[in-house]
């Protein structure tokens, strides 16, 4: 098993910027690429961003990819999503998932994290 546990998540204003954490631990299991998702109360989860461990390959939503950043320590097994110019339609749980590749398809993704919240204001 693969766990998943994402920080980092709190209240920010419009135009602000926050850095969330996703610490992986135990067997990777053939899980290459780590995503990141959102959702809000009554939607499905909505993909932000993925990368792949060995190459750094990263993947982008169209909505997020000039203002959110991707990234991974391999020595620490921690992955980053640096998130700047927050917009109020960024709030939501923010999910880190374990995937065999780099992709957006939500149901390649076998193995998930809790959530933290993440609420831009104003």
């Known amino acids: 098993q693969v766990q998943l546990v994402e920080s980092g998540g709190g209240l920010v204003q419009a135009g602000g910027s926050l850095r969330l954490s996703c610490a992986l631990s135990g067997r990777h299991a053939h899980t290459y690429g780590t995503g990141w998702f959102r959702q809000v109360p009554g939607k499905d989860h909505e993909f932000v961003a993925a990368i792949r461990w060995t190459s750094g390959t990263t993947l982008y939503s169209d909505s997020v990819r000039d203002r959110f950043a991707i990234s991974r320590d391999i020595s620490n097994r921690t992955v980053y999503l640096e998130m700047n110019s927050l917009k109020p339609e960024d709030t939501g749980v923010y999910f880190c998932?374990?995937?065999?590749?780099?992709?957006?398809?939500?149901?390649?993704?076998?193995?998930w994290g809790q959530g933290t919240q993440v609420t831009v204001s104003s």
């Open positions: 998932a374990a995937a065999p590749g780099v992709t957006g398809n939500k149901s390649l993704y076998r193995y």
